[in-house]
């Protein structure tokens, strides 16, 4: 459990970090269905991909940690579960939006009660380790 849920840390702030920052770089170009949106979304987005960034490396700060911290791991996983809510919200109305996206919320659904059970894998791993007498 431990490593699973490190490489899910690590693989989470990778992917975070690099689709922040080609949202940041690409713009419109990097929304599905959105490349002529206009300059208001090409702002938003390029915002939006620096705080992604950002919540990438707040995973990567996490997963390299020894232990992995349960609390980062929840708050990060609530986050992302966060967005999930957001996108249905966005579902319910505006109807569907481009196939990509549902896929997206799929993943943003899926993964936040994996990393709930996995958050204190780590921590409770590290207290096993202990002497008694520490």
Same mark, same amino acid.
């Given at each position: ?80 579960? %966060? ?27 899926? %993964? ?23």
């Amino acid at each position: 459990m431990v490593r699973t849920l490190r490489v899910l840390a690590w693989s989470m702030g990778l992917a975070c970090t690099a689709i922040g920052l080609f949202h940041l770089v690409a713009g419109n170009a990097a929304i599905p269905g959105a490349e002529d949106a206009g300059p208001t979304v090409d702002s938003l987005g390029r915002f939006f991909g620096a705080v992604f960034a950002g919540y990438g490396v707040a995973w990567l700060w996490a997963a390299r940690q020894d232990p992995v911290p349960a609390r980062a791991v929840r708050w990060l996983a609530a986050v992302f579960l %966060l967005g999930a809510v957001g996108r249905l919200l966005s579902l319910a109305v505006n109807g569907w939006p481009h196939w990509f996206q549902v896929a997206l919320t799929v993943i943003e659904l899926l %993964l936040p009660p994996v990393l709930f059970l996995l958050a204190d894998a780590d921590e409770r791993s590290s207290r096993e380790r202990l002497p008694a007498d520490a």
